[in-house]
Each structure stands twice: as C-alpha cells, then as structure tokens.
C-alpha cells in the first residue's frame, strides 16, 4: 500500500527556519514525482513545486520559486518543505502529493502539516 | 501560468439533486483535468482524471466531460456524503487549481 507520511504540526516565530518531511512507503520512492501543495487558513489548494528524486530535478510554481526549498533523501525515502526564513503568510496547512504515474494529477496525499507561524 | 476559474464557488443543493460543477481554463488544455473532492480537515481525494476518467472507487454518480478549455464535473444524484468543497486542477502544464466550490446542503 502506498503512503505518505509527513511530519507533524509546528508552530514557529517570523524570522525561524524549518524543514517539514514526507516519507513514502509501499512504492519505489526514486521512481515517482513527489510535489508539495499549500492549503492557507479557508482557502484553495496552491500547487508550489515537485521534486524526482532518482536524481533530484526540481521544478517549482513561479509563485513558489525563491520562497521554499524542496528536496529528497532517497536512502530514507523522504521529501522535503523548507524555509530559511518564515513569514506570517506562510501560515497553512501543506500536503505532499504523488501521482499514480508520470502524469499531473495526484492520487496519493499525505495527511498534511499544519505550519503555524505567529510572533 | 493556466488560470483555473470555477463556478460556481458555492452552490446549495438537496440530497438526490443533479449539480453540475464548470471549469474554465485561460487556454487549450487537451483534457489533462482532474477534479479533487475535500472534506472539512482532510486531504484532498481523486475523483476523476483526463477529464471523464472516474478513480478506482469512486461512485458511478461522478462523471466528467468537456474539452478545450471547458470542463464540467456532474454528480447525478447527490448523496449526504458528498457535500463536500470540489476543486478542478490542470496537468497540461505546471500545475494549477480552481478556487474550490463549496457544496452545501439546502
């Protein structure tokens, strides 16, 4: 069965770093995409970027590009969401995401992290 | 970026009603659409891809047509379980959502 795992909630002042996780299990984790998607507080889905991790080609939204990092450890099968530098406004829930093959749409979702950033 | 515009974004509805749900992409997006079902604290979940294929799973009640740039989601005959928020999502080319229709009981 495949799955999706991702770290738990975190609650971080503006100015932090962090680094949220998605681990995969039940599939070859350096055969498929891996992306991230952003859900604010209330608000629709926002599709931020993917990662291959057989060899690492990323690909962000415009939207996202600077903003975040993704990257993936394949030896523990586990992608990666950070930030160097959190603002207010990056305060939302974030789901990993894997499609059933090499196409767009994303029939695997992990549970989610909730992100909460406040002074 | 393809812009996604849904409609409506919210819609009342009553338990056997037949809804249909549009789409509109800003240009050609050759049926790579699919159309995602949320429920209130939880991921997102795949109802149907290439715009008419239905998930494995996923109830006969669901269906999808349209091409272009145009794309409709129909629920036949709404169940209680359904009321839910929908969202469209392109794959044509780096990805993009709808802004969501909320689905609400009448």
């Known amino acids: 069965e495949v799955q999706l795992v991702q770290s738990g909630a975190e609650v971080k002042k503006p100015g932090e770093s962090l680094k949220i996780s998605c681990k995969g299990s039940?599939?070859?984790?350096?055969?498929?995409?891996i992306g991230w998607v952003r859900q604010m507080p209330g608000k629709g889905l926002e599709w931020m970027g993917i990662i291959y991790p057989g060899d690492s080609d990323t690909r962000y939204s415009p939207s996202f590009q600077g903003q975040v990092t993704i990257s993936a450890d394949k030896s523990i099968s586990t992608a990666y969401l950070q930030w160097s530098s959190l603002k207010a406004s990056d305060t939302a829930m974030y789901y990993c995401?894997?499609?059933?093959?090499?196409?767009?749409?994303?029939?695997?979702w992990g549970q989610g992290t909730l992100v909460t950033v406040s002074s | 970026d393809i812009q996604m515009t849904q409609s409506p974004s919210s819609l009342s509805a009553s338990v056997g009603d037949r809804v249909t749900i549009t789409c509109r992409a800003s240009q050609g997006i050759s049926n790579s659409l699919a159309w995602y079902q949320q429920k209130p604290g939880k991921a997102p979940k795949l109802l149907l891809y290439?715009?008419?294929r239905l998930e494995s799973g996923v109830p006969s009640r669901f269906s999808g047509s349209g091409s272009g740039t145009d794309y409709t989601l129909t629920i036949s005959s709404l169940q209680p379980e359904d009321f839910a928020t929908y969202y469209c999502q392109q794959y044509y080319s780096t990805p993009t959502f709808g802004q969501g229709t909320r689905l609400e009981i009448k």
């Open positions: 039940g599939y070859s984790f350096t055969s498929y995409w």
């Open positions: 290439a715009a008419s």
């Open positions: 995401v894997r499609p059933a093959d090499l196409t767009g749409y994303y029939i695997y």
